[in-house]
C-alpha cells in the first residue's frame, strides 16, 4: 500500500485500534440528554460576577488565574471581555533597545515581547542589538488605511449598477455621516466590486491612533443605516460587511494594498557587526536568504520571509493589540542583498501592520505599562509604534537567517527551551 | 487629481505638512552617535536578573508588570522566556459549556478565552450555547502531521537527483536517527522537492501530545548531521529548514495538506434553537453565508470563513500555545446549509490546528490551570483539544455569521466596547 | 514503504528501470560536441526565407504546415510572427447564436471557437442556446485598465522615497510623454510600491480597442527615459518592468483588481428552461454549484469557476487574441442560486479579459473573418467583444455544471472525443 | 474627487456620456422577441453539415476560414470539434535546434510555435540558441500525475467518516475497475479530503503518453459507478468531479503537487555566451532576476517567474496540446545565480506540464507535422516533450530577462511588431 493512501489508512487503523467504526459513530452523535446548563452571560466586570462564575464552573477560583493583583484591578478589564474569571499571565521579556530612524519613531526603543516560547526574546534581541550597532534601521510608514466592506443584494445587475452610480454621487454624504460618528477616523476612499447581482462597497478609513476596528465598524453601520433609508433603489439585502474587507484574515487584497499601516524597514549591517554578532559573513546570509526565499515562494505563502508572526504575536499581546490580528499582519517581504561596498542590505516590508496606541487593550494596566516604557503610550504614538514594529520584525529576520545560515538554530532552542 | 496616485499624494503631503522633504531624509539616516548600550542578554529567570534588567531599562519595576503573583512565581518562567521582566496579564472569559462529540473529545467543556477584545467571548458564548443546545457539535481530528524541511544545495540538477535517490534509501535511516531523539514523535513521511539543483525534504512527523515545533527541529538536525556526514555526494549548502515547511505562515501548501491537526466540525441547527438564541432563520443565515463566502473569494483569502482568527488567539493565549501560529491555523472553510427538513447544517474545516497539551507554555501557572478547567492538561489530551477547538470555532461562525445577517453586529460592538 | 516517499521511489525505481544512476547522470550532463547549428533567425516574412528554414530543419516544407493557401498568403503574416514556416490549422467550430444586452454588446452574435478539444464547442453552444432562450444574459464591462509596472533600485529606502515624491510631482509630465506615443492609448494612474530601496511604479493605462500590451511598453519606455535623464535622485537601476504587472501570469493584484477588461454578465433561466436544454432542475444545478464552488475554494483557485479557460483559449484563438493571456485571463467567480421565484440565477465575474479588435493577432486573415462573422472587427468593438466574452464563459458554466450535476460530463466525453 | 472612487466615477461618467441610465438599464435587459434561431448542432464533420451551418449563420463560406487544404481534409477533424465550419490558421515559426540533455529527451530539438504575437519567437530562438552554445540544458521529469476528484455528500460526518473508511478498503477495487477502463492510465493513490459531510476523493493517474484528462474521467466514471452501486451507506449526491483536481485553472494544490509532469530544467551560461548573444554579465542578468522574483512576489502569483505562458501557449498550440491548459501549465519557478566560477546558473521548475504526443489534437495534420518534425510523434515520446517544453520555456526566460535587464525589451517589441 503506498501514496497518501497508505497514511490515510494507517489513521484509520489507528483510530479503530481498540473499537469498530459503529461504536465511533456513535460516539460522534449529539447527545441531547443531560442538557448542558450553559454560564449566565455577563458585561460587567466585578468580582461577585466573578465569583458566580466560578460557581457555575464549578471550582473555587483558580489562585493563579484570580490572583491578588488580578483582584485588585477588576474595574480595569471592564469594557475588554465579558464573563471575566481573571488573567492570563503570559511572561514578558524585554529586547532591544532598538534605535529607530522613522517618519514618526526616533530614538532608542526598548522591546517588549510577551511570549512563551524559548529563545524567541534571545533572538530578537540579538537583531535589535546588531540594528542598533548600525546605527538603527530606517523605517517609514508608507500609507495607512483600514477598511469595512458592506454588501448589498439587488435583483439584478442593472440595479445593481444604478446604485453603484448612486453610491458613487452620494459619497460625500456617506462621508459626512460616517466622519459624524468619530472624531477620530475618516472615510477617504471606496472601492467597488460588482459581482453579479451583488455590490460590495469597500470604505477606506483613516483611523488616527487607533487600530480602530471598531470606529469603522460603527462608522459603516451610519452609512448603511442611511442608504437603506434613502437608496431609490430596491436592495434585497444589505449587511453591514460582506467579509470582503480581508478583517482577521492573510488576503489577497489586504496583501497587495494596506490594511492598517504598511511599513518598511532597512538596514545595512558590515561584516564586522555580522562577524561580532552572528559569527557569519553577508554571503552566507545571502546564500541562505535566496534560497529560503525560493522555499517561501514553493510553499505558497503571501510573500516570503522567516518568522514575522513570532515578534508580531509577541509585540502585539505585550502592548495591549488584538492578538487575533496576527493572522492578517504576518504576511510581507524579507529581502537580503551584497551591497556595492560588501556590506549586507535587508529589509523588511509589511502591507498590514494593525497597531494602536489608544483604545483596545492598550488601556489594560501591563499593556498600558510597556507603551509607557516605549514612549509610546497615548495618542500621536500609533505611526511609531508600526514603525519600531518593522524595525523589531527585521531584526527578527536578521536573527534567525543567521541561525539558519550558520547552524545556529537547533543549538539554540536546545540550550533556550525547557 | 484622481486615483491611488492622488492618495499617495495626500499621504505624502501630510508628511510634508511641517517639514520639508531633506528634514525628512536627514531623520531616517542611521545614527551612530551615542552609541546604543544593549541589554545584558541572559536566560535564566530569576529576581536579580529581573532587577537588573529594569535597571537597564532606566525605570522602577512596574508594579502591573512584576505584580506580586508574578515575583512569587519566577521559577515558573523559566525556560520560555529570556530577559524576564515580569507578565503580561490578559483578561480571561469564560464561555461554554461546550458540548463535543468527537474522536477525543467526549463531553461538555468550559472554554477559557484570553483576549483584550470587547464581545469577543460574549460572541464565541453564544455560539456555545446553540451548539450545546443542539446535543454539541461532532468533530474530528483527520490528520496529523507536523513538518520541518531542510534544504539542500548542489552543483548541479544532476548531483541533485542523486541525492535524492540516496535519500529515499536512506528513508529507514533517517527515520531511526529522528525517533532516537524524542519518545514522543515520530518520522512518518518525506515529501521532495527538485528545484533545479537545490532539494528540499519535506519531513512529516507526529508530534504526540505536544505541539512539537521544537522536537521536529532537534530531530531533524540529527539526519541532516547524518547527511552531512554520511551523504555520498558533495554538498555545496545544507539548512535545516529551508522555509518550505510554512512554519508561523499561512501558507498553501499547509492549507492544501496538514500542518498540526486537521479538524472538521459540524452541528445541525433546528429554526427554534436559532429562533431563542440569535432571533433568526435558517434562510437568513444561509443568505448570509452564501454572500459573505464569495465575499472571502472575491478578497483572496485562503479557504473561506468568518474570523476563525479571534477564537484561535484567544484559546491559543488561554490554554499555553504558540500564539504565533494564529497566523497559520487561521485557514479554512465554513459550510452553511439548508437540510432537506429545514435545519441550518453548519461546518467548519481547519487544516492547520497547532495545539498541545504538554510542552512549550503549556506549564505556565494560569495556561496549565485553564487546562485543568477544561480537563485536557497533560498527555493524552491534545486530540480532544484541536477537536474542542474546532467546536469553539463553530460557534464563533454562527454567533458572527447570525449578528450580520440580522443586523445585530455593530450594536454588540457599541454595547460591549469601551 | 509508505507516504508520499513510496510513489517518488517508485517512480525512481521506473526510471532506474534499465539502466543505473550514473548513466542517467551521464545522459544529464551538457554536451559540447557536436556543436548546434542554429536556423539562421529572421523577422521578415516570404518564400525565400521560409524555403531557406525549412532547408535548415532538414526536410521539404511539409505540406500540412505549409499549405497552398498558407503560401498564398506570405504577407499577411509579416510582424506577427518570426522565423516563419507556415501555419497551424485549428479547427474552428461555431456556437450560439448568443444574445447579449451589453452595455456595448448589442444583439446576436456567433460565437467561433477554435479547439481540438472535442465536446468543447457541444458544451458551450448548449448553454449558448439556453441563455439566448431567456432572452440573453446582461453583460456589463465595469473597469478597463491595462498596466505596466517599471522597477526602481535606490542606494537606501530615503532616496526611494524621494524619488517616490518627485514622480508623484511629475505624473502630468509623465502623461503627456507616454500619451505622446500613442493615439489610443492613456495613462490613467500609477501605483507606488516601496519595497525598501526598491520602487515599482504601476501605471494603469487605457489601450482603446487594443488590448495594448506593446502600446503600453513604448508608453512606458518614454517615461523611462525621461525618468533616467532627468530624475534628480541617483538611481541605482532602471528596468522597464519589474514583473509586478501581472502581464501573462495569474497574479493576486489582478485578481483584486483589473488587467484589460473587468465584466461581469448574468442570466435567469426558468425550470423550464433548464429541463428542456439539460433536463435538470435549477435546485440540481445549485446543489452543485454550492459543492463544487466549496472545491474550488479547498483546491486554493484565485475565485472559483469550472472552466474558464476552455472557452477563453478557443474564442482567444480564433479572434486572433493572445492565447498566453488565457493564463491570466482564467480567473473570477461563478456564482448560482435560485431567486424568489425558484428560477436560477446564474453570473460570471471575470477581472482580467484581455481582448483587443485591433492590432495582434485580429488582422490575420482567419482571425479577422471571425471577427467580422461577429460583427465586431475593427475600432469600437472592444468593449462588446468583452462582454460576449463574458456570456461565453457564462454559457460554458452553465452547461459544465448541469453536465456533472446530471452526471451527462463523463457520457458527452465517452461519445464525442475520438 | 480622490483615489478609486474618482476612476470609477469616470467609468462612469464615460458610460453616461450620451445616455442616461434608464437607457442603459433598459439596453441590459433581456430581450425575448425575435426569439434566437440557434444552429442546428452537430458533432460529425464533413462537407454537408459544415456548409449548412455556413447557410445558417446566413453568409458565404468565407476563404480564409474555409480554405482549400481545410476542405480537402474534413474526415481529418472528425472526433476534435463540433459545430465545424473550417479552420484558424496560427502562424508558426520555428526556434532552436534545442540540446536537450534529459532523462527522456536526449537530442537537438526544433522548435514549433504558433502565434501571433511578434517578438515571441525570436526570443525563444535566442533563448534556445544560448542554451545550445552551452552544450545544452539539463531536463528532467520529476514526477507524472493527472488527478480527478469525484466528490461525495452525506447526510452527516459520521456517515462522511465510514465512507471513508469504506473507500480506503475498497481501493484495490477501484484501481481495478479504473484500470480496465483503459490500456494506458493506472490509479495510483487518491487523496482524501472531509469536509463537514462532505468528501472529495482525489484520484491520481498516470496517463502513459497520452495528456489523458478523458481517460481519467472515463476511470474515475468506472469507479463512482461502482460506488453508486456498492457503497454500503446512503450517499446524497455524487459527481464524477468536484472541482478539486484543479482542472484547467491555477490552483495552489497543482502548485504545491503535481498536474500532468512536473519538469525541472537548468543551464550555465559563461560571461562569453551572454556578452555574444545578449550583450550582458551574468551580474546584470542576476540583479534583474531578484528584482523580478521579488515583483513577482509582490504582485502575488503562483511562483516566480517571467512569461512562461508565452512559450507554453505557441508549443501547446503547435503541437496540438489543449490550449486551455496554459491557464494550469504557466506557474512554477525561475531562478537566476552566478557560480562560484562567476558563471549564470539558471533554472526553470513547472510542477504541471500538461503534454501528450498521442491523443486529443496531436493527431490534427499540422500539429502532428510539428510533432514529427520535432522526432516526437507518438507514444514513448510524451515524457521528452515535457523535457523540450521545460527546455523552451527556460530559453525564454533567459531571454525575456536579459532583454528586460539591458533594455532591450522595448526596442524589440518595437521593431518587430507591425
Known amino acids: 500500500m503506498v501514496g497518501k493512501r497508505s ?33 449566565f452571560p455577563n458585561s460587567k466586570v466585578n468580582a461577585h460576577r466573578t465569583n458566580k462564575l466560578w460557581k457555575a464552573i464549578g471550582t473555587a477560583p483558580h489562585p493563579d488565574i484570580l490572583d491578588p493583583w488580578t483582584g485588585a484591578h477588576f474595574e ?7 464573563n471575566f474569571i481573571g488573567t492570563t499571565k503570559i511572561p514578558l521579556g ?4 532598538l534605535r529607530v530612524n522613522g517618519l514618526f519613531a526616533q530614538g532608542d526603543y526598548p522591546l517588549p515581547l510577551a511570549t512563551s516560547e524559548a529563545a524567541l526574546v534571545a533572538s530578537y534581541h540579538r537583531g535589535a542589538c546588531m540594528i542598533s550597532a548600525a546605527g538603527g534601521c530606517t523605517s517609514m510608514v508608507v500609507y495607512q488605511a483600514l477598511n469595512r466592506a458592506p454588501a448589498f443584494a439587488f435583483d439584478s445587475m442593472r440595479t445593481a449598477g444604478k446604485f453603484v452610480a448612486w453610491a458613487m454621487e452620494s459619497f460625500e454624504t456617506f462621508q459626512q455621516l460616517a466622519n459624524s460618528t468619530t472624531s477620530h477616523g475618516k472615510l477617504v476612499d471606496v472601492g467597488t466590486t460588482l459581482e453579479g447581482n451583488h455590490v460590495y462597497l469597500n470604505f477606506e478609513f483613516t483611523t488616527g491612533d487607533a487600530s480602530g476596528q471598531n470606529m469603522v465598524t460603527i462608522a459603516t453601520q451610519a452609512v448603511c443605516d442611511f442608504i437603506q433609508k434613502e437608496c431609490p433603489v430596491p436592495i434585497r439585502q444589505l449587511y453591514v460587511e460582506g467579509n470582503l474587507s480581508g478583517d482577521k484574515k492573510a488576503s489577497s487584497q489586504a496583501y497587495t494594498t494596506t490594511r492598517g499601516r504598511k511599513v518598511t524597514a532597512e538596514v545595512v549591517l558590515t561584516p564586522e557587526i555580522l562577524e561580532k554578532y552572528v559569527r557569519a559573513t553577508p554571503r ?5 536568504w535566496r534560497m529560503s526565499a525560493i522555499g517561501g515562494v514553493l510553499s505558497g505563502t503571501m510573500g516570503v520571509h522567516g518568522h514575522f ?34 556590506d549586507l542590505y535587508a529589509s523588511v516590508t509589511l502591507p498590514g501592520i494593525m497597531v494602536g496606541t489608544v483604545g483596545g487593550g492598550t488601556g489594560l494596566p501591563s499593556q498600558k505599562a510597556c507603551l509607557q516604557l516605549m514612549g509610546l503610550q497615548g495618542s500621536s504614538n500609533s505611526g511609531a509604534l508600526a514603525e519600531v514594529c518593522a524595525g523589531l520584525l527585521l531584526g527578527g529576520e536578521l536573527s534567525i537567517i543567521a541561525a539558519l545560515a550558520t547552524g545556529d538554530f537547533t543549538k539554540a532552542h536546545h540550550k533556550l527551551a525547557r
Open 94 to 97: 524585554i529586547a532591544g533597545p
Open 7 to 39: 497514511l490515510t489508512s494507517l489513521h484509520l487503523e489507528s483510530l479503530l485500534d481498540k473499537t469498530d467504526i459503529d461504536s465511533i459513530a456513535k460516539q460522534l452523535e449529539p447527545k441531547h440528554e443531560p442538557p448542558v446548563k450553559p454560564y
Open 76 to 82: 480595569h478589564f471592564d469594557g475588554n471581555i465579558e
Open 309 to 342: 508572526a513570532n515578534g508580531l504575536a509577541a509585540l502585539y499581546i505585550a502592548t495591549g493589540q488584538d492578538a487575533a490580528c496576527v493572522a492578517e499582519s504576518a504576511m510581507g517581504v524579507t529581502r537580503f542583498e551584497q551591497t556595492p561596498d560588501g
Open 284 to 288: 552566507q546570509l545571502i546564500d541562505y
